[in-house]
């Protein structure tokens, strides 16, 4: 709109000044602020039309069917999410999955999970691709972020991994960065496991929560009890006598399959935990999220010959839990943490 007002403008004083040039030259300073004055102000009513074409929009809690919509474009933006994430997802808490609605679709999708009222974790933030870039997206965002500190106690921190182009954005809705987390890509291999390693579903519950309380920050029963039972999943722990030293989970992907988490207390445990489930997916594509501020976690991707092949930022609103990084080699999940 803003381009054909300009160009019909600048047309017509073309024509004037053609037709009056003594007159137009002595103007021609006023001609310049006549037409800086009209494109700012055509600018600035374009601006307010487009802040404004998504007044209609309405952002409320999503129903399981629209939460299903946003796994979906979740595949679609190629971030090969697990068979069976959606419902264990769901599940951890059903009313931290929000939407934006514009005359009866869904434009927007993210959620906004809580853990308790003592941590929150932003992610599935997808815009409609033909609607991006019009301010739909920030609004939609800070609503979000808003909302979900609502939901928590005050002063509770709130992660996420953003991908690497919206750090900027990020930062400046509060969030700080904190180490990237980098998405490792190779190919199960064939093992036996080591005689540490054991089935996790023979284990007390009590005692793997405690482990991934120590790795994650907080009490995460809810999601964690289904992680560890998914369809097609595998979840192995290791052990020094009865003590539980390390565990990881592997799942079946859109997409070969992804490790994750897989905690452990050295790199050795880390190898033959990582072995043993890599022999579930032999000679398929696998998936490891290593945090970048662990040597150890990288060292053990290239041993085995992974690439990366995609990334997040990991970041925080408040202040950052102290985690034992060095223990950790995979993340969960860059959805849910």
């Not at 945090?291 to 950052?320: D, I, Q, S, T, W």
Request: net charge negative.
């Amino acid at each position: 709109m803003i381009e054909k007002r300009y160009s019909w403008t600048v047309k017509s004083i073309q024509i004037f000044l053609k037709t009056n040039a003594a007159w137009g030259q002595a103007a021609l300073p006023l001609w310049g602020l006549f037409i800086s004055t009209w494109l700012f102000t055509g600018g600035l009513l374009f601006a307010d039309t487009m802040s404004d074409a998504f007044e209609d929009c309405i952002f409320r809690q999503a129903t399981r069917a629209e939460f299903d919509t946003a796994v979906q474009w979740a595949a679609g933006e190629g971030w090969n999410p697990g068979l069976h994430d959606t419902e264990v997802f769901w599940q951890t808490d059903p009313e931290g999955f929000v939407c934006a609605e514009r005359g009866g679709e869904i434009v927007a999708t993210g959620s906004i999970v809580s853990y308790g009222d003592a941590f929150g974790f932003m992610g599935f933030f997808i815009v409609r691709p033909d609607l991006r870039g019009h301010g739909l997206g920030t609004k939609f965002w800070h609503w979000r972020r808003d909302k979900l500190i609502q939901r928590l106690k005050p002063g509770a921190a709130i992660g996420m991994d953003g991908v690497f182009d919206m750090q900027p954005f990020y930062a400046k809705g509060g969030f700080e960065f904190s180490h990237r987390n980098l998405r490792m890509e190779g190919v199960g291999e064939a093992a036996r496991p080591a005689g540490s390693i054991s089935e996790l579903s023979m284990v007390p519950f009590a005692l793997v929560s405690t482990y991934d309380r120590r790795h994650f920050g907080f009490e995460r029963e809810a999601f964690l009890r289904r992680w560890l039972d998914t369809e097609e999943s595998l979840a192995l722990g290791a052990f020094d006598g009865e003590t539980l030293t390390g565990y990881g989970v592997i799942r079946p992907c859109g997409r070969g399959y992804k490790i994750g988490p897989l905690f452990a207390d050295d790199p050795q445990t880390a190898e033959d935990l990582f072995a043993a489930l890599g022999d579930r997916a032999a000679g398929e594509p696998i998936f490891l999220d290593t945090p970048e501020n662990n040597p150890a976690a990288l060292a053990l991707a290239e041993r085995h010959g992974m690439k990366e092949v995609f990334g997040c930022a990991r970041m925080y609103l408040g202040h950052a839990p102290a985690l034992p990084w060095e223990n950790i080699y995979g993340i969960t999940t860059f959805e849910l943490g």
